[in-house]
């Protein structure tokens, strides 16, 4: 068998695939995609997508690595291909659209990778860098400024006490929730507050998307607020993210009482670890405020903050730690991380 000579470089895939997700509808690539999974025995999950592993072989600093590639022939829709490599993705459909020549050439070199796995399937753990898998680590091994096991403990304390006293209300005004979402952004961004009124604090830092509720005619009125909630206009906005994340849903603060928090009392909740520790802070300001809310979450933001919890390795997205393959890194990071067995794809002709 001829020896594994990669077309493309490490360098040459970021500059054509510079981790980008991309829709494309080509009838072209998406038969040459359904014909290289065909090589290859899918996984099945649980919705009846077939899943592929493959792998596509690469030049780096004078040698060879493979890089893991997922295809996904998605069974809710008999005419998608999902297509992950590094960190892009496509989307492919059939239709008329312009393809990228670059991804038909991709498709070829993971085609003609095909007879050089199977006849030597070790191949996959040999020339798979650490930095191209992907795994698990404690956050304390990792993470800076590490919060101390007694200071979770105080702030769990706190609010375990703030939630026995049963606190409820049971209907807001617009400017009730604009004080209390100030009451979290003073204590979340103190001095860069200062001067601001609760409404100016609103309009800086939360998504934009109010759906609405900063056109509430008179916002001191309950009545009107709850008329604008319980109503559907604002449906797809984003008015409760009082802290915007361009990667998930930031800090959230959800008003009561209705179909979307039938509880008596604030919901706040974070969904991007970058915030974890600014939602910690406003929810100590809002104890010391007395005001009802619940924060499901808390134990598991604090169980972060300790590092206790899991960080993903080398997953797309910002709130991954992404590990380089370096003597450095290996000596501090390697022992600590719990790595994903790689795939080792079936083939048809086996």
């Not at 006849?119 to 992907?134: A, F, M, N």
């Not at 906005?237 to 604030?266: A, D």
């Not at 590990?323 to 994903?340: G, L, M, N, R």
């Amino acid at each position: 068998m001829e020896p594994i000579n990669p077309k493309f470089s490490v360098e040459q895939l970021y500059d054509h695939f510079p981790n980008r997700f991309e829709t494309i509808e080509n009838s072209t690539l998406y038969a040459t995609i359904e014909a290289v999974s065909e090589i290859a025995v899918p996984e099945v999950n649980r919705s009846g997508d077939k899943q592929f592993s493959f792998y596509l072989p690469l030049q780096r600093e004078g040698g060879v690595i493979a890089v893991p590639v997922d295809i996904v022939n998605v069974n809710i829709n008999h005419k998608k291909i999902i297509m992950r490599m590094k960190n892009s993705e496509f989307h492919i459909y059939e239709g008329e659209q312009q393809s990228s020549e670059h991804l038909t050439s991709v498709l070829a070199e993971i085609h003609n990778f095909v007879p050089h796995l199977q006849q030597d399937p070790s191949l996959i753990e040999k020339l798979v860098p650490y930095d191209q898998r992907t795994g698990r680590i404690k956050g304390k091994y990792v993470l800076k400024d590490i919060m101390s096991a007694g200071e979770k403990e105080r702030i769990l304390t706190r609010y375990q006490n703030h939630v026995a006293k049963n606190l409820k209300v049971e209907r807001v005004s617009l400017d009730d929730y604009l004080e209390t979402a100030a009451i979290g952004y003073k204590a979340a961004f103190e001095e860069k507050s200062e001067g601001l009124s609760s409404l100016e604090m609103y309009r800086r830092w939360a998504d934009g998307r109010h759906g609405g509720m900063l056109d509430i005619k008179d916002a001191s009125s309950k009545q009107e607020f709850m008329e604008w909630y319980e109503g559907s206009d604002w449906e797809g906005s984003h008015p409760f993210e009082i802290v915007f994340s361009p990667i998930n849903h930031g800090i959230m603060l959800i008003p009561p009482p209705t179909y979307y928090n039938p509880s008596f009392q604030y919901i706040l909740s974070v969904h991007d670890k970058w915030f974890i520790k600014k939602q910690v802070q406003m929810v100590s300001a809002i104890i010391d405020n007395n005001v009802a809310f619940e924060a499901p979450g808390l134990k598991s933001d604090l169980d972060h903050l300790c590092g206790e919890s899991y960080l993903s390795v080398n997953y797309p997205g910002m709130e991954s730690f992404f590990y380089h393959d370096s003597e450095e890194e290996k000596q501090k990071y390697f022992p600590h991380i719990t790595w994903d067995p790689l795939k080792i794809p079936k083939w048809k002709t086996e």
